[in-house]
């Protein structure tokens, strides 16, 4: 079992940043795939960024791309979501979750763990 614990939310200006970290407990990253998603309200949750933890390739989703970084410490057991440039669109309650490559990292469905979220708002 992989415990998730999200934080690094909060609210932000547009325009601002933010970073994000998904801390594992119970057992390492180890191979997993760490992914970020987010959901609006009345919306599905939507794939934003993930990374393949042996090897460290990165995925992003194309709304985030060039504002967005997703990084990995292993000594922390820790990933990283640093959002830039972040506007109003991105508002969103943030997930981060593990899945057991070689699953498509894009799909929700693909992932076993999930945190419990948490609240990005970007507002002026």
């Known amino acids: 079992q992989v415990q998730l614990v999200e934080s690094g939310g909060g609210l932000v200006q547009p325009g601002g940043s933010l970073r994000l970290s998904c801390k594992a407990s119970?057992?390492?990253?180890?191979?997993?795939?760490v992914g970020w998603f987010r959901q609006a309200p009345g919306k599905e949750r939507n794939f934003v960024a993930a990374?393949?933890?042996?090897?460290?390739?990165?995925y992003y989703a194309d709304s985030v791309k060039g504002r967005f970084t997703i990084s990995r410490d292993n000594a922390k057991n820790t990933v990283y979501l640093q959002m830039n440039s972040l506007k109003s669109e991105d508002t969103a309650v943030y997930y981060c979750?593990?899945?057991?490559?070689?699953?498509?990292?894009?799909?929700?469905?693909?992932?076993?763990?999930w945190g419990q979220g948490t609240q990005v708002t970007v507002s002026s």
């Open positions: 979750a593990a899945a057991t490559p070689p699953r498509p990292p894009i799909n929700a469905a693909s992932y076993d763990y």
């Open positions: 119970g057992r390492t990253f180890g191979t997993y795939t």
């Open positions: 990374i393949r933890w042996s090897g460290g390739i990165t």
